[in-house]
């Protein structure tokens, strides 16, 4: 079971969009429509932003959104704020039973 | 609502078992609906899921640490518990409990807390 690959970093400027990859095997990312997708700025918990591949739980900006492609998911922030740099970490349902995470991404806003 | 609150000592020495709770607020503990789980980040880097126990008091293991960990609940007291045995300085990292619903995703956090391996 090996960690998800993110990019280390992405940046985009105030009002663009931006995606972040993750990027895993036909084991974990595809094989099952379970990934998730985690907000976290520093010193504090992460937040859940997306589940089961595209969904946004209740409170959270119709800004993120996310899709998946083989065995590549997508987390994509449009019209970025401020508030939206943080750390980022993709998760998925890796099959018996595990959950495997990402590397996180940077994201900085310009 | 539900809140999760870890708890245990902040510093562990090498070869040691470390050992954390987590107190379960604002709702029952035996739930069907959710999982509870052990989750670990050293600091500067990337989450690692340790493992989960269901309701039912059986459990599942990040297959790196499952020869070393045990996760156990404790219903009445609404609490669960992490033991990870013959710590190195590798497993110094902030520990987070958290709820995971059906085992798919991590719906809420605990805030956390850094358990430092050291003599």
């Known amino acids: 079971q090996s960690a998800l690959t993110q990019p280390a970093s992405v940046s985009g400027s105030l009002g663009q969009s931006i995606t972040i990859s993750c990027t895993g095997t036909?084991?974990?990312?595809?094989?099952?429509?379970?990934v998730s997708w985690y907000q976290q700025h520093p010193g504090k918990a992460p937040k859940l932003m997306i589940h089961e591949g595209s969904k946004r739980p209740s409170g959270v900006s119709n800004r993120f959104s996310a899709s998946k492609s083989g065995n590549t998911a997508s987390l994509t922030i449009s019209g970025l704020q401020a508030e939206d740099e943080a750390d980022y970490y993709c998760c998925s349902y890796a099959g018996s039973s595990t959950l495997v995470f990402g590397g996180g991404t940077k994201l900085t806003v310009l | 609502q539900v809140q999760l609150q870890e708890s245990g000592p902040g510093l562990v020495k090498p070869s040691q078992t470390l050992s954390l709770t987590c107190t379960v607020s604002g709702g029952s503990i035996s739930s069907g609906s959710y999982y509870w789980s052990w989750i670990r980040q050293p600091a500067g880097k990337g989450l690692e899921w340790i493992g989960r126990?269901?309701?039912?008091?059986?459990?599942s293991y990040n297959p790196s640490l499952k020869s070393r960990v045990t996760i156990s609940v404790d219903t009445s007291k609404n609490q669960f518990s992490l033991k990870l045995t013959s710590v190195t300085a590798a497993d110094t990292a902030v520990y987070y409990c958290?709820?995971?619903?059906?085992?798919?995703?991590?719906?809420?956090w605990g805030r956390g807390t850094l358990v430092t391996v050291s003599s």
């Open positions: 958290a709820r995971e619903h059906y085992g798919d995703y991590v719906d809420l």
């Open positions: 126990i269901y309701p039912s008091g059986s459990t």
């Open positions: 036909n084991s974990d990312v595809g094989r099952y429509n379970l």
